[in-house]
């Protein structure tokens, strides 16, 4: 299979906040749209709440590892993982990121900031906050001016992979979508 | 089920393994393979397969139950971290030489890092030691086409085949097409007596050693595995010679970096045996050979001319820790004569990785300090080895060593004026793996000592899977549960208490108590029993939630953040004059421990409003 899409990201977090399932949310929405897709995710003693990164490659790629300078952008959960993630980043990429109102954010590209954890909270599930991140980073990728820096899935591709490829109960997909819609609606509330 | 998936290359292995028609398979959990016999099992269950599926009390049963299913002509399997390989050796050595009937094949999952291991060990030493051949591959999908080769392999010469996955294979996913499941019903189980073989005594083992070496003289010059060129189209006195990971990221690099025109690129798919043609052909053509391989130089070293070689030996390639795709750039770049925009990646530690809220084995730890304060603490592996940010670990040597080297420290101690205490803690999946022996011996010997034993009634660290006390297997089918306290006593232990962490001030008295008589009159065993947290709630079981708060007792000496760590203690430091400790309700489990922590007694629970 040949595709034009090539697009590498970085998801880091920390052990419990559902890195994993934002990784393989991408994952599934780039096989729906039938493009080749490789991940590569953290395991074991760092899943108790250690540093978790997982690189995802979406297109033709042979290494399951993004390097260092070439990510097109990066999702981060937790904000001090900036200090050790961000030499990932290619000059001119961007990151959105879950951080506190107060907190300023210093990244080699651009930088989008949300407050996950409050959100999250004030929706009454302090684990959506993984989601809400998405959602946003669904959001902002709209708003890019030039394609070839936008995510490769849009809202409705993540929609489709919580209905279809997700063995999850209804319910669940519903309340997923929910969360990753907090996301998405927060640039313009 | 057919179509493209989304798979783990753990998944993407068990996957080859019932394509091919596997028909036993048999592994113990351990990061990163742990997920290859679970995925066997639920393609077991979708597909309907008739095989046998378990995980066995250690490495060492899992291969000798595998392996004796091949000398029945079954294909069979089976899987385990490369330290479980060390377990596992005695058998695997010895299997070698006997041979196969069935296809067999090991799959040992390296480490190169180390991520989540004690040991950056490089398995296909192993194999070189033991004379079997190993598979390298370079991704999930690399891996799955794999097993139909080791098979095949292990069918033609009738040796075992170790398959060497690393992590960034068995930990990455990547969209791969299913396949059919084998017809393997057709072949039926027999057994050829042949004690010649299958009890060899040394005498013919002379002979089998001899078949050996026949064998692998044979296997390296065996068409299928043999290198492949990657960049045929390229003509240059330059060789990459790169196997598994390390190879997937040379390809990708050199062409991002513009040389792939410039350098051969090989990849060995077998780095033991290496092909002997191609040995001859890479030192006859090439000036410069760089090797690219984890974790040691074992293609390297099958390099009988090594002037022209570049990698571990000559010091170019670094020995310790993972190649990394920044690490190969550079490695690239020098190598090509280019420069490169050199990123290194800092070593930031990142956030420790903690016990979960909640979690039973804070609770056994804060209770064993309370109980030996100047004790030594020897522990063992699993998510308890954590306790060490409790300062109530000392030492982890590998599987079962917190008995042994518990008694090590006593018979270290014994004529010393006031020997201290010795506590060891050991989880339930690991006691039955390597404990045992261990406990026999220090009944044996009156070593004296506390062990807590810390059964949370699941293998935690590796994604709970059931241990042999469970009472049911890993397609989730029942099966016998063994009692662990009979079997203690069956030990010759006549000390053996049980209690419950989440009592914390019950199991603080219980833990002086046992280690009084530990210190007085040998081996004390005490059963600290309460379910992981997070394997009750991957099950959907709940227990009673404690709503705790932080009372204005709070004087924010610290205390329980230092001696307790729950991840869900929030210190209060900024402002000198109003230290305080307050509970984050996202991450708090409601256990209700921490309100027999405090000395102030400042947590209470919250009243219902
Ligand atoms: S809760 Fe108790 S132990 Fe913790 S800081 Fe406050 S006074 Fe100290
Ligand atoms: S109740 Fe206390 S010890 Fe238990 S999880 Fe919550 S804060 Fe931690």
């Given at each position: 299979?040949?595709?034009?899409?090539?697009?590498?990201?970085?998801?880091?977090?920390?052990?419990g906040?559902?890195?994993?399932?934002?990784?393989?949310?991408?994952?599934?929405?780039?096989?729906?749209?039938?493009?080749?897709?490789?991940?590569?995710?953290?395991?074991?003693?760092?899943?108790?709440?250690?540093?978790?990164?997982?690189?995802?490659?979406v297109?033709?790629?042979?290494?399951?590892?993004?390097?260092?300078?070439?990510?097109?952008?990066?999702?981060?959960?937790?904000?001090?993982?900036?200090?050790?993630?961000?030499?990932?980043?290619?000059?001119?990429?961007?990151?959105?990121?879950?951080?506190?109102?107060?907190?300023?954010?210093?990244?080699?590209?651009?930088?989008?900031?949300?407050?996950?954890?409050?959100?999250?909270?004030?929706?009454?599930?302090?684990?959506?906050l993984?989601?809400?991140?998405?959602?946003?980073?669904?959001?902002?990728?709209?708003?890019?001016?030039?394609?070839?820096?936008?995510?490769?899935?849009?809202?409705?591709?993540?929609?489709?992979?919580?209905?279809?490829s997700?063995?999850?109960?209804?319910?669940?997909?519903?309340?997923?979508?929910?969360?990753?819609?907090?996301?998405?609606?927060?640039?313009?509330? | 089920m057919?179509?493209?998936?989304?798979?783990?290359?753990?998944?993407?292995?068990?996957?080859?393994?019932?394509?091919?028609?596997?028909?036993?398979?048999?592994?113990?959990?351990?990061?990163?393979?742990?997920?290859?016999?679970?995925?066997?099992?639920?393609?077991k269950?979708?597909?309907?397969?008739?095989?046998?599926?378990?995980?066995?009390?250690?490495?060492?049963?899992?291969?000798?139950?595998?392996?004796?299913?091949?000398?029945?002509?079954?294909?069979?399997?089976?899987?385990?971290?490369?330290?479980?390989?060390?377990?596992?050796?005695?058998?695997?050595?010895?299997?070698?030489?006997?041979?196969?009937?069935?296809?067999?094949?090991?799959?040992?999952?390296?480490?190169?890092?180390?991520?989540?291991?004690?040991?950056?060990?490089?398995?296909?030493?192993?194999?070189m030691t033991?004379?079997?051949?190993?598979?390298?591959?370079?991704?999930?999908?690399?891996?799955?086409?794999?097993?139909?080769?080791?098979?095949?392999?292990?069918?033609?010469?009738?040796?075992?085949?170790?398959?060497?996955?690393?992590?960034?294979?068995?930990?990455?996913?990547?969209?791969?097409?299913?396949?059919?499941?084998?017809?393997?019903?057709?072949?039926?189980?027999?057994?050829?007596?042949?004690?010649?073989?299958?009890?060899a005594?040394?005498?013919f083992?002379?002979?089998?050693?001899?078949?050996?070496?026949?064998?692998?003289?044979?296997?390296?010059?065996?068409?299928?595995?043999?290198?492949?060129?990657?960049n045929?189209?390229?003509?240059?006195?330059?060789?990459?010679?790169a196997?598994?990971?390390?190879?997937?990221?040379?390809?990708?690099?050199?062409?991002?970096?513009?040389?792939?025109?410039?350098?051969?690129?090989?990849?060995?798919?077998?780095?033991?045996?290496?092909?002997?043609?191609?040995?001859?052909?890479?030192?006859?053509?090439?000036?410069?050979?760089?090797?690219?391989?984890?974790?040691?130089?074992?293609?390297?070293?099958?390099l009988?001319?090594?002037?022209?070689?570049?990698?571990?030996?000559?010091?170019?390639?670094?020995?310790?820790?993972?190649?990394?795709?920044?690490?190969?750039?550079?490695?690239?770049?020098?190598?090509?004569?280019?420069?490169?925009?050199?990123?290194?990646?800092?070593?930031?530690?990142?956030?420790?990785?903690?016990l979960?809220?909640?979690?039973?084995?804070?609770?056994?730890?804060?209770?064993?300090?309370?109980?030996?304060?100047?004790?030594?603490?020897?522990?063992?592996?699993?998510?308890?080895?954590?306790?060490?940010?409790?300062?109530?670990?000392?030492?982890?040597?590998?599987?079962?060593?917190?008995?042994?080297?518990?008694?090590?420290?006593?018979?270290?101690?014994?004529?010393?004026?006031?020997?201290?205490?010795?506590?060891?803690?050991?989880?339930?999946?690991?006691?039955?793996?390597?404990?045992?022996?261990a406990?026999?011996d220090a009944?044996?010997?009156?070593?004296?000592?506390?062990?807590?034993?810390?059964?949370?009634?699941?293998?935690?660290?590796t994604?709970?899977?059931?241990?042999?006390?469970?009472?049911?297997?890993?397609?989730?089918e029942?099966?016998?549960?063994?009692?662990?306290?009979?079997?203690?006593?069956?030990?010759?232990?006549?000390?053996?208490?049980?209690?419950?962490?989440?009592?914390?001030?019950?199991?603080?008295?219980?833990?002086?108590?046992?280690?009084?008589?530990?210190?007085?009159?040998?081996?004390?065993?005490?059963?600290?029993?309460?379910?992981?947290?997070?394997?009750?709630?991957?099950?959907?079981?709940?227990?009673?939630?404690?709503?705790?708060?932080?009372?204005?007792?709070?004087?924010?000496?610290?205390?329980?953040?230092?001696?307790?760590?729950?991840?869900?203690?929030?210190?209060?430091?900024?402002?000198k004059?109003?230290?305080?400790t307050?509970?984050?309700?996202?991450?708090?489990?409601?256990?209700?421990?921490?309100?027999?922590?405090?000395?102030?007694?400042?947590?209470?629970?919250?009243?219902m409003?």
């Amino acid at each position: 299979m040949t595709s034009s899409v090539r697009q590498q990201l970085l998801i880091s977090g920390v052990g419990g906040q559902g890195v994993l399932f934002v990784t393989r949310l991408l994952a599934e929405a780039a096989i729906a749209k039938g493009l080749p897709v490789f991940t590569c995710e953290t395991h074991g003693m760092a899943q108790r709440g250690g540093t978790v990164v997982s690189h995802l490659k979406v297109g033709d790629y042979h290494s399951p590892l993004v390097r260092a300078g070439q990510a097109d952008g990066l999702l981060v959960l937790k904000s001090e993982n900036l200090d050790q993630h961000s030499v990932f980043l290619k000059p001119g990429g961007w990151v959105v990121v879950n951080a506190g109102r107060n907190e300023t954010v210093s990244v080699p590209g651009t930088a989008f900031a949300l407050d996950a954890d409050r959100l999250a909270r004030d929706a009454g599930n302090a684990k959506s906050l993984n989601l809400i991140v998405l959602g946003y980073a669904l959001s902002v990728s709209e708003r890019m001016k030039t394609s070839r820096s936008r995510l490769f899935c849009t809202l409705a591709d993540v929609e489709d992979v919580l209905k279809n490829s997700f063995k999850s109960k209804d319910t669940q997909a519903a309340a997923f979508l929910a969360a990753v819609k907090i996301g998405y609606s927060a640039l313009t509330a | 089920m057919s179509g493209r998936r989304l798979l783990l290359g753990n998944e993407a292995m068990a996957r080859g393994l019932v394509e091919n028609g596997c028909r036993m398979a048999t592994s113990y959990p351990g990061t990163p393979a742990s997920e290859i016999l679970s995925a066997v099992a639920q393609f077991k269950l979708a597909e309907k397969l008739t095989m046998h599926v378990q995980w066995a009390v250690n490495e060492k049963i899992a291969l000798e139950i595998a392996y004796a299913g091949c000398m029945t002509g079954l294909r069979t399997a089976v899987s385990m971290k490369q330290v479980g390989l060390n377990v596992a050796s005695d058998p695997f050595m010895s299997a070698a030489y006997m041979g196969v009937k069935g296809g067999f094949i090991l799959i040992s999952a390296d480490d190169p890092g180390p991520h989540s291991s004690q040991t950056e060990q490089d398995s296909r030493m192993v194999a070189m030691t033991a004379k079997v051949p190993v598979l390298d591959p370079d991704s999930p999908r690399q891996a799955k086409e794999m097993i139909g080769a080791a098979y095949a392999l292990s069918e033609a010469f009738r040796t075992p085949v170790m398959l060497r996955p690393t992590t960034r294979v068995c930990h990455s996913r990547q969209d791969i097409e299913l396949l059919p499941v084998a017809a393997a019903a057709g072949i039926e189980a027999k057994f050829d007596r042949d004690p010649a073989r299958w009890a060899a005594t040394p005498k013919f083992r002379h002979k089998l050693h001899l078949e050996l070496e026949e064998k692998l003289a044979a296997i390296a010059a065996y068409a299928p595995t043999a290198p492949v060129r990657l960049n045929p189209e390229a003509s240059a006195r330059k060789a990459v010679v790169a196997a598994g990971v390390a190879a997937a990221h040379a390809r990708e690099i050199l062409q991002e970096l513009g040389i792939w025109k410039k350098v051969a690129l090989y990849q060995v798919r077998q780095p033991f045996p290496l092909h002997i043609a191609f040995i001859e052909h890479l030192l006859g053509a090439y000036r410069d050979i760089l090797v690219l391989e984890e974790t040691a130089g074992v293609i390297e070293m099958q390099l009988a001319d090594r002037r022209r070689v570049k990698g571990k030996q000559s010091g170019t390639v670094p020995r310790v820790g993972e190649l990394t795709p920044e690490r190969i750039q550079a490695l690239l770049g020098d190598f090509a004569g280019i420069r490169t925009r050199t990123v290194t990646v800092a070593g930031a530690p990142g956030r420790r990785p903690t016990l979960c809220a909640g979690c039973p084995h804070r609770a056994s730890f804060f209770a064993i300090k309370k109980a030996a304060p100047r004790g030594i603490y020897t522990s063992d592996i699993g998510c308890y080895t954590l306790g060490m940010n409790l300062g109530a670990v000392d030492t982890v040597l590998c599987m079962g060593a917190a008995i042994t080297q518990a008694a090590g420290f006593y018979h270290a101690f014994r004529r010393a004026k006031k020997p201290p205490d010795i506590v060891a803690t050991i989880g339930d999946s690991t006691f039955f793996h390597a404990g045992i022996p261990a406990l026999i011996d220090a009944v044996v010997q009156r070593v004296k000592f506390t062990l807590v034993i810390l059964d949370n009634r699941t293998t935690g660290m590796t994604g709970n899977q059931p241990t042999p006390a469970s009472g049911f297997g890993v397609c989730g089918e029942p099966l016998e549960a063994v009692d662990l306290e009979s079997l203690v006593r069956g030990c010759g232990v006549t000390y053996c208490r049980t209690g419950d962490p989440y009592q914390l001030k019950d199991f603080i008295a219980l833990t002086k108590e046992a280690v009084a008589h530990g210190r007085e009159n040998g081996p004390a065993v005490l059963i600290s029993r309460h379910p992981c947290i997070l394997d009750r709630a991957r099950k959907g079981e709940r227990s009673a939630f404690v709503a705790v708060e932080v009372s204005d007792r709070c004087n924010g000496c610290g205390f329980c953040i230092k001696n307790f760590e729950c991840p869900a203690l929030i210190h209060h430091t900024e402002d000198k004059d109003h230290r305080r400790t307050t509970i984050d309700s996202a991450l708090c489990a409601g256990c209700g421990v921490c309100l027999q922590v405090c000395p102030r007694g400042a947590f209470r629970t919250k009243k219902m409003r």
